[in-house]
Nanobody, 124 residues
Framework: QVQLVESGGGLTQAGGSLRLSCAAS????????LGWFRQAPETDREFVAA???????YYEDSVKGRFTISRDNAKNTMWVQMNSLKPEDTAVYYC??????????????????WGQGTQVTVSS
C-alpha cells in the first residue's frame, strides 16, 4: 500500500515557476510507474507528465519544454518543476502511482494510488 502526500502548490503570476513534490509516506515508489495529472473546475482529470520505473519521461503537448518530471527512488519522492506558467495551467494537481505498469502510463484508470491534490493558481 502506497500513500502519497503532495506539497508545493500555490499562487504565482504568469511566467512564474512552481515545484510540486509528492512523497510516499508509506511504501516504496521504486517499482511504480509515476505520473502527474491536473483537474480544472468542471473538466475531466487531464494527464500532465509521467515517469517510468527507469525514469523515462513523457509529457502532454501543452507542457512540453515547460514542465519537468523527476523521481528519486532513494528519497521515495517525485517532483514536477513547472516553469513559464500560464493562466491555463491553473488546476488542482495530483500525483499518482501505478503498481501494474513499469513503463509510461497516461490513463488515470491505470493508476492505483493518488495524492490528495494541491492547488496551483496562475494569475494573468
Amino acid at each position: 500500500q502506497v500513500q502519497l502526500v503532495e506539497s508545493g502548490g500555490g499562487l504565482t503570476q504568469a511566467g512564474g515557476s512552481l515545484r510540486l513534490s509528492c512523497a510516499a509516506s508509506a511504501g516504496t515508489l521504486s517499482s511504480y510507474s509515476l505520473g502527474w495529472f491536473r483537474q480544472a473546475p468542471e473538466t475531466d482529470r487531464e494527464f500532465v507528465a509521467a515517469a517510468s520505473t527507469n525514469s523515462v519521461t513523457y509529457y502532454e503537448d501543452s507542457v512540453k519544454g515547460r514542465f519537468t518530471i523527476s523521481r528519486d527512488n532513494a528519497k521515495n519522492t517525485m517532483w514536477v518543476q513547472m516553469n513559464s506558467l500560464k493562466p491555463e495551467d491553473t488546476a488542482v494537481y495530483y500525483c499518482a502511482a501505478s503498481a501494474k505498469w513499469r513503463g509510461i502510463v497516461i490513463r488515470p484508470d491505470q493508476y492505483d494510488y493518488w495524492g490528495q491534490g494541491t492547488q496551483v493558481t496562475v494569475s494573468s
